[in-house]
T-cell receptor, first 113, second 113 residues
Framework: DTAVSQTPKYLVTQMGNDKSIKCEQNLGHDTMYWYKQDSKKFLKIMFSYNNKELIINETVPNRFSPKSPDKAHLNLHINSLELGDSAVYFC????????????FGSGTRLTVV | AQSVTQLGSHVSVSEGALVLLRCNYSSSVPPYLFWYVQYPNQGLQLLLKYTSAATLVKGINGFEAEFKKSETSFHLTKPSAHMSDAAEYFCAVRNQAGTALIFGKGTTLSVSS
């Protein structure tokens, strides 16, 4: 049973479209995250979210918005996709106050054409 | 602000040779440090973590890392490389607010026979 699962694994779409990436964790963690990995493999935090607050990296365009229907899910919605949004997006989860690091999903490769 | 610097974007070793991947950190508070491995087209897997307990940390797959405060370092080592160790390795530090892991730029490890 996959701990952190993301769908879809691959997503190819045209510029200007709106798309969503879904993430679910079955670890009982209370905090979830979205990271972006660019073509040089650099990982950058986009959002962290638990039931108390959403923390947004100030460099993330407001076209990106996280949506959490419940504690086990954190979806990423992207409006008006641009070529520069092409990247691999990773979802992760952790337990607040724990020192066990983050558990990552296997990633979603987004290609904007 | 917390940060990590990984020295050497690419390290090549022969099978059976010592693996040494370097990571230096910057932190205004006692750091929580992590090493993750990423195999091609996969997510990140936690190798090991330092959370202010023992300075020599043992992880999975025979890897270990030593926390040296005087040198602000957390280098990753493995006595004998295996072909299956070829991957991307990331050092990370938890930010001061505890809301994100900040990653280094990664080191690609190649292992030749």
């Amino acid at each position: 049973d996959t701990a952190v699962s993301q769908t879809p694994k691959y997503l190819v779409t045209q510029m200007g479209n709106d798309k969503s990436i879904k993430c679910e964790q079955n670890l009982g963690h209370d905090t979830m995250y979205w990271y972006k990995q660019d073509s040089k493999k650099f990982l950058k935090i986009m959002f962290s979210y638990n039931n108390k607050e959403l923390i947004i990296n100030e460099t993330v365009p407001n076209r990106f918005s996280p949506k959490s229907p419940d504690k086990a899910h954190l979806n990423l919605h992207i409006n008006s996709l641009e070529l520069g949004d092409s990247a691999v997006y990773f979802c992760a989860s952790s337990q607040e106050g724990s020192d066990y690091g983050y558990t990552f999903g296997s990633g979603t490769r987004l290609t904007v054409v | 602000a917390q940060s990590v610097t990984q020295l050497g974007s690419h390290v090549s070793v022969s099978e059976g040779a010592l693996v040494l991947l370097r990571c230096n950190y910057s932190s205004s508070v006692p750091p929580y440090l992590f090493w993750y491995v990423q195999y091609p087209n996969q997510g990140l897997q936690l190798l090991l973590k330092y959370t202010s307990a023992a300075t020599l940390v043992k992880g999975i797959n025979g890897f270990e890392a030593e926390f040296k405060k005087s040198e602000t370092s957390f280098h990753l080592t493995k006595p004998s490389a295996h072909m299956s160790d070829a991957a991307e390795y990331f050092c990370a530090v938890r930010n001061q607010a505890g809301t994100a892991l900040i990653f280094g730029k990664g080191t690609t490890l190649s292992v030749s026979s």
